[in-house]
């Protein structure tokens, strides 16, 4: 097959940069770390990190389609952690998930009914939520923070939001209960994204407001529907890490909407709307885990995540934007 | 024959784009099985006029009867469930997706499965397909193709050839021969005949007098915002029409002070 003949597929499918990028890492992961960083033990972590950030990045990345942004999704999770951490001791697990949850629907509604009523830039709004949700976990937890110890998580509601073990083998610890609802999630939006008319409704909304709104559709509630499936999602994706670990404090989910953007923005998805890959932005998320874990098992300074972020992120869109240059030219 | 009831009645339309006064106390009808000729200068008010008919702009004051009925919220989507289809000058393609998307965008079929309505792929690429090839899109085109590679003569096509397939009372073209060879031209001519002759109001938006004059029962000229001519083809040559556009109303205003 000649190199030509590549075209048409890279033009298609936007996440094929962030695939060789993520193959490529790999293979230097593989190649530099002595297996500390490719055994089960570190690949299970990595899928769990994977799962509640990549259920944060999905619902970023609808949004993303309509041509909004949302950068609150770290508050948002740090909230529903909390509360969720809150209630289940005192009510019930299950009952605390859905308020949790709830609460991430509430946060999503506020910024989709701010952005489309008053037509104030997302980027704005959802800064401005940020901040808030996030005073507010730091003032109500005033510096606590709010746990369930092991012993008392044995109830089945435990296992489901965020449970651990699930396919342990041999050697290989298995995966937080959250990876399931990450494939879940995945399936549903894909299928609503490409299949649905809601899929259409949303990409148009993306691509040309104008044009969109002009065949009817109602291009405002595409965009609230969106907000709502992020904070819901960023929502849920809080209560399954605070599920896994137990405990959480007013800083949960700290930096989380940045990292769920540049994962977005590295699976291809195009900010100005109109064009994301689910599929891609995951793949983000698994790149951005993996470099997080191989600076761990490399005893390399966490501070220099952040750092190696924005540098990757640079590069990849620049790599990325050249290779599209390349696949429409004809 | 025209009926003596309009189906589209304007009555002291205003329209305000913040301090700029776009529409002036406009009033004109329209009625079932005519073919009225919109005309007038660039910037007139063409568009923002027929944009209020197919829901895109709310007017500032005035009423529009649509069916003898008062239209109350100003929506593409109730206008087009009403039977409205429009030909936009400047928007109604979004370029990210396919043609056979963009055809049914707004009016996606569905077929149910096991509860969840999915798109159905079969009869809107069949469709797309068949309306494409009649408005003469080659076969390197393909319903599936996104609507960014299509040259300008295409897009219009897709645009003219969607109006005409979800035809139903009340069909508009902006300035539809826009992008078109001569030949393609004469095809939407004869196409906003027949819409005509089927019974449908068809409003046509154009600069070319002389062309639309041949089509039209009645020319309406518009010029700073305001209805400066409405007279029946059969009353007024192409020529005097002219003549009213060139001088911008006044030999209007004098023949009436
Ligand atoms: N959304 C808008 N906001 C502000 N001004 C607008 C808007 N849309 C149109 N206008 C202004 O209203 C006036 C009338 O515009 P319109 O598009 O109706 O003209 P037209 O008669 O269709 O002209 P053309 O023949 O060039 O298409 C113009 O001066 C235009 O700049
Ligand atoms: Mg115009």
Redesign the interface.
């Known amino acids: 097959m000649s190199l030509a003949a590549l075209k048409p597929i890279i033009r298609k499918h936007s996440e094929i940069g962030i695939f060789l990028v993520a193959v490529f890492l790999v293979l230097f992961f593989v190649a530099t770390s002595e297996g500390r960083w490719n055994n089960a033990y570190n690949i299970s972590t990595i899928l769990q990190v994977t799962a509640t950030l990549g259920l944060m990045t999905l619902g970023v990345a609808l949004v993303i389609g309509t041509g909004e942004i949302d950068i609150s999704v770290g508050s948002t999770f740090g909230m529903a952690a909390l509360i969720y951490l809150f209630l289940a001791v005192r009510v019930d697990p299950a009952m605390a998930a859905f308020a949790a949850v709830a609460a991430g629907a509430a946060i999503g509604a506020f910024n989709g009914l701010l952005v489309t009523r008053t037509g104030t830039p997302s980027l704005i709004v959802t800064l401005g939520s940020l901040m808030i949700f996030r005073g507010l976990a730091i003032a109500l937890t005033s510096g606590f923070a709010f746990s369930v110890p092991y012993k008392d998580r044995g109830a089945l509601s435990y296992f489901i939001l965020g449970g651990d073990n699930l396919f342990r083998i041999g050697t290989f610890p298995g995966v937080n209960t959250g990876f399931l609802w990450l494939i879940a999630g995945l399936v549903i939006l894909s299928?609503a994204l490409k299949?649905?008319?809601f899929g259409?409704?949303l990409?148009?909304a993306?691509?040309?407001a104008?044009?969109?709104?002009?065949?009817?559709?109602?291009v405002d509630r595409v965009k609230l529907r969106a907000f709502i499936i992020c904070g819901v999602l960023a929502g849920l994706a809080g209560v399954l890490e605070a599920g896994k670990l137990g405990s959480a404090d007013g800083s949960m989910g700290r930096m989380m909407e940045l990292q769920a953007t540049a994962s977005c923005v590295l699976g291809g998805c195009l900010l100005a709307g109109?064009?994301i890959s689910l599929v891609g932005a995951l793949m983000g998320t698994f790149v951005l885990s993996s470099i997080q874990s191989y600076l761990v098992v490399r005893a390399i300074p966490p501070q220099w995540f952040i750092v190696l972020l924005g540098l990757i992120v640079v590069l990849a869109a620049l790599g990325d934007r050249k290779l599209r240059q390349w696949a429409l030219k004809r | 024959m025209p009926d003596a009831k309009p189906l589209i009645q304007v009555k002291n339309l205003n329209l305000y784009f913040g301090n700029f006064h776009a529409l002036k106390n406009v009033s004109v009808d329209f009625h079932a099985g005519e073919l009225v000729g919109l005309v007038g200068d660039n910037g007139a008010g063409k568009t923002t006029l027929i944009r209020v008919l197919?829901g895109?702009h709310k007017p500032t004051d005035g009423e529009v009867y649509f069916d003898g009925k008062l239209v109350k919220e100003f929506?593409?989507?109730l206008?087009?469930?009403q039977g409205i289809e429009?030909i936009?000058q400047s928007?109604?393609?979004?370029?990210?997706?396919s043609i056979a998307?963009?055809f049914?965008?707004?009016?996606?079929p569905?077929r149910k499965v096991l509860g969840?309505?999915?798109?159905d792929f079969a009869k809107m690429r069949g469709e797309a397909t068949k309306v494409i090839r009649a408005f003469g899109l080659r076969d390197n085109v393909s319903a599936d193709d996104e609507v960014e590679r299509l040259s300008g003569g295409e897009r219009q096509s897709v645009k003219i050839g969607r109006a005409v397939e979800f035809k139903n009372r009340v069909v508009i073209m902006d300035e539809p021969t826009n992008h078109l060879s001569v030949r393609e031209r004469e095809h939407v001519n004869e196409l906003a005949l027949q819409l005509r002759n089927q019974g449908l109001l068809v409003i046509y938006i154009t600069h070319d007098i002389f062309q639309v004059h041949k089509l039209a029962d009645r020319i309406v000229i518009m010029e700073n915002g305001e209805k400066i001519e409405d007279a029946s083809t059969d009353k007024m040559s192409a020529e005097a029409l002219e003549e009213v556009i060139r001088q911008g109303g006044r030999v209007v205003e004098k023949m009436e002070s």
């Open positions: 299928i299949l649905m008319p259409n409704h990409l148009a993306g691509g040309s104008a044009s969109a709104h002009s065949r009817g559709v109602r109109g064009r | 197919c895109i929506h593409p989507k206008a087009i469930d429009t936009q928007v109604g393609l979004c370029d990210n997706l998307r963009n049914y965008l707004g009016r996606e569905v969840i309505p999915l798109l």
